[in-house]
Structures are given as C-alpha cells and as structure tokens.
C-alpha cells in the first residue's frame, strides 16, 4: 500500500462536521441491530420488507460507488461534457430493470424463498451444485477485490481531504462499514445507503451551483471554450466513444450488491416508485458530477493545479476552497458516502455466498434444524473475516496489482457475465442451467481477452455480454430445460394474490 499523506488543510469545523456524519452512521446500525437480524432473511435482505424509498436509494449508491463522486467529476474534468454518456448508459438500464426485470425476480424470489442470486439461479434452472459453485466463487472473488478497491479508495480520500496516511484511511472506513453491516446487517446496510444518498445528491448538486453561481454561468463557458471547445462538445469522443460510454450501463444487471436490492422491496408493485425515485435520483447525481467536472476545470484550467495531479482528487479539493468548514465537511462525507455505500453491500453480498451458499447449502446441506440465529452468527463472523481479508489484501506484497486486476474487470467481468443470464432467466422459457453456466464462462472470459487485445475499438463489457447471450441461447437450444418451466414462468409473471407469501 502506498503510505503517502497528501498536504491538505483540513480545519476543525470540517473535521467535526464529518465526525457528525460518522456518528450519525453508527447510530443507524444501532437501531438497525434491534430490529430486523434473527434469521437469514432478515440479515441478507431485511426480511423483504424494505420500503420504495429505501430500495431506490440504496440500489442507486451501492452502484455508483466512488466512481461517480471521484471517477466520473475527473472524468468530466478531462473530457469536458462527453462524460454525460455513461451516466445516460446506466440510468436507462437500471430505469428497465426497476420496471420490468425487478418485479419479476422479486416475485419468484418471494415464493420460492430465496435469499441470494445463486439461490435464484438453483430455483429457476436447477443445475444441482455445479451451477451454485460456480457463480458463488465468481461472486465472492470479484466482491471481496471490489471491497479492498473501496477500502483503498477511502484511505485514498481520508488522505486528500486531511491529510492523514493511506493506512489510517483505509482502517477508518473498513472500522466504519464493518461496524453498521455487523450489528445489523442488511437493515443498517440499506437505512444507511439512503441516508448517503442524500449526502452524495446534496454534495453533487450544491457543490456545482456554489461554483457556476461563483464564476457566473457565461464566463465560466467561456473560460472552458477558450480552454478546448472540444470541452463543450458532448460529441467529441466520437460515435465509438458514446457507443462504450453508453455500454458501461449493460453492467448493472450482473452487479449481485445491486441486483439484491430489487429482492428486498416489501412488494413487487412498489417498485414502480422505486424506479421514480432512483432515476431521478440517478439524474440529478450524474448531472451534477458532470458539472462538477466542468467547473473544477474553469477554475484550475489543467490537472496539473490539483493535488497530486489527479483528477480524482477535484470534488474534495474543491469543497475545500469554495465551501465553509462546516458545509465542506458534509459535503465531503459525500465522497464517503459513495465509497461506504459500495463497500457495505459488497461486503454483504459476499458473506451470503460465503454462509448460505456454501456453508448452508454444501457443508450443512444435510442438517435440517440449522438454527437461523446460529446462521445469523456465522453470517457475523464471517463479515469480520472477510473485511480482514479486504484490508489485508491491501499489504500483501504483489496481491495489490491482483486487486486491481480483479476490479478492473469487475463491473464489465460481472456484468458480462451474470446480466444475460439473469434477464434470459427472467424472461425466456428455455434457459437452462447449462446455457446460464456457459453464458458466465463465456462472458467473463470474452471480457478479459478483448480487454488485453481489442479494447482500444470497443469497450470490452459490450462484446463480453454479447458472447455471453448468444452462448446462453445456443447452449438452451442444445440441452434440455428444469422440470415445471411452464410453472416457473408463471411464478415470475405473477397474477392474482400477487401478495400472497412476498414475505418468505
């Protein structure tokens, strides 16, 4: 790990308004641990009877991660308006998934009571043990790197916002998230995404308008064309360009830590709201990281003016000159936000692979009366374990390049790889177990070749999930489909008493 703190003055009244912040998320797992945690249902999707609101918020933060506070305004920063595409990509992919692919998983998950995708994949495709194996090592490898990212980019953060080593940045966000996500798991986990989701829209909207209001919304134009009108162009990148900025969106169906969300909402109609309220949401957040981007770059003209010459080091940097100490911190804490919002619900997602897939499933599989505090208990320690890992990842010599390997194909790997199969099984009869395991291998493999040989013509998530559907529809056609499919597709339609056992 790079142990390097960055200069930064960060004063008492930001310091004190971001330890606000801090206590506010431990008070969230404080109540979330008396609430709903006694059985796996309650601690991996609390007891599906999350609200509207709740969901819409949580799967929007846990998507975005600091990719949006840090990645995109750098983005936006460098290639000036064109950054506006990937946030067009992923808002109109995940509007279709609130609508139309959600209420389907969320209906057949409900009856058949299951509580992970790899659960959904055993009930809808059968496949025995094979299949399960499969997407839990793929889930838990690429989640567990996913944390560590997060992890590495909050000491990143604490590093350039006060000044304090990577190592000390990385401890207090991983203390942080293991904190909330262990006393009350998936609860404090989604009550605490809503409450960093009006951080980060709050952050991303305010810190825009104090700047533009500031430069004035003509000059800072004008500023910006003198720079490179190209800046103003969201054309610029060129058709290709737009097509891959565009396809980062095909991402979001494979994502487990979002796709879990839609299974938690306590009634399949109430994701139609949740879609009102994550797109709007999704808008409001993508727009202002893109101006953020925009005026951050009338105000520094060149990345050599920021701190470490990192573009992903602009929305801090900028909280901090324009904003008072007060205000700066809780904006600030939108960037952590981001991170924690991500790490949590990685976090979560790995340790249900870990407890009810392997261990409940393959390990226990023939003990019956397991008690489901005691698997509340193992589902704790293995939290604990795992957040020991991410973080201990971070100082294994040579093992930070394959985090870093790992979360560079995660998003397009993962997306790749379980977003075709996931929406074939939802909406076409003849997917079997064999066409989904050969779509995962197919799209996971597809990514990461094109990456290392064609990924300068076209993002590899876009031919990755292409390979992955036609393997997935050639492999179905040769082989024989699960028993009761016609059943099965009925149980995702839904119909009448639609209601009825949602709670299971």
Known sequence: MNDTAVSVDANWAVIASFGLYLLLLVGIALYAAGSRSGSMTDFFLGGRAMKHFVVAMSAVTSGRSGWLVLGVTGLAFVDGAAAVWSVVGYTTVELFLFLFAAPRLRRFTGRMKDITLPDFFASRLGGGQGLRVLIVTVIVLFMTAYVSSQFAAGGKAFAGTFGVTDTTGVWITAGVVLVYTLLGGYVAVALSDAVQAIFMIVGLVVLPVV??????????????RALDP??????????GGIIA??????????????????MSIDDPRSLRPAALWGTVWNVLMGWGAVFIGLSG?????????????????LFPFLANAYLPGIVAGLLIAAVFAAIMSSADSQLLVATSGVVRDIYQRLVKKDADDLNPRHLVRVSRAVVLVLCLLAVGLLYVPGMEDLVFWLVLFAWAGLGAAFGPPLLLALFWRGTTAAGA???????????????????DYLYELIPGSI????????????TRGPEGADRMMSLLKGGSGEREDVHG
């Open 211 to 224: 700047v533009v209001a500031s430069l004035g919304w003509g000059p800072m134009f004008d500023t910006l």
């Open 467 to 478: 390979a992955s559907t036609l393997a997935v529809l050639a492999v179905s056609a040769m």
């Open 245 to 262: 900025a565009v396809g980062i969106g095909l991402g979001s169906p494979g994502q487990p830590h979002i796709v879990v969300r839609y």
């Open 230 to 239: 190209a800046l103003l162009d969201p054309y610029a990148i060129g058709f």
């Open 297 to 313: 770059r009338a105000v520094y003209g060149d990345i050599d003016a920021l701190p470490g010459a990192d573009s992903e080091q």
């Open 437 to 455: 395991a050969a779509g995962i291998i197919a799209g996971a493999v597809v990514t990461v070749v094109w990456y290392y040989t064609l990924s």
